[in-house]
Nanobody
Framework: QVQLVESGGGLVQAGGSLRLSCAAS????????MAWFRQAPGKEREFVAS??????????ADSVKNRFTISTPIASANDTVYLQMNSLKPDDTAVYYC?????????????????WGQGSQVTVSS
């Protein structure tokens, strides 16, 4: 059973930056995609970004392009993924979830991801 543990998040003023981390363990397959989703109060969970385990061009939601970056740390196991969030806006306030799916196809639907982290609160004040 894959486990995903998130860290980071918190409270930041508009225009500021935060970084989320997600570490996966107990993975038994060799190809996979890691992704970030978010869910604001009263709204459905929405896709933020995804990345293949071995790199390649990531996929981003239009709302976060050129502000957020999904990456894997250099000289580290591929089982960790970051979400660097810059130029944050109050609309970015949400619980952010890390997710993982087996394979190499970048998907943006929550139903495509069977494994999830516990969620990290990100609050952006105006």
């Amino acid at each position: 059973q894959v486990q995903l543990v998130e860290s980071g998040g918190g409270l930041v003023q508009a225009g500021g930056s935060l970084r989320l981390s997600c570490a996966a363990s107990r993975r038994t397959f060799s190809t996979y995609v890691m992704a970030w989703f978010r869910q604001a109060p009263g709204k459905e969970r929405e896709f933020v970004a995804s990345r293949r385990h071995n790199g390649g061009r990531p996929l981003y939601a239009d709302s976060v392009k050129n502000r957020f970056t999904i990456s894997t740390p250099i000289a580290s196991a591929n089982d960790t993924v970051y979400l660097q969030m810059n130029s944050l806006k109050p609309d970015d306030t949400a619980v952010y979830y890390c997710a993982l799916r087996e394979g190499i196809v970048l998907k943006n639907a929550p139903d495509e991801y069977p494994w999830w982290g516990q969620g990290s609160q990100v609050t952006v004040s105006s």
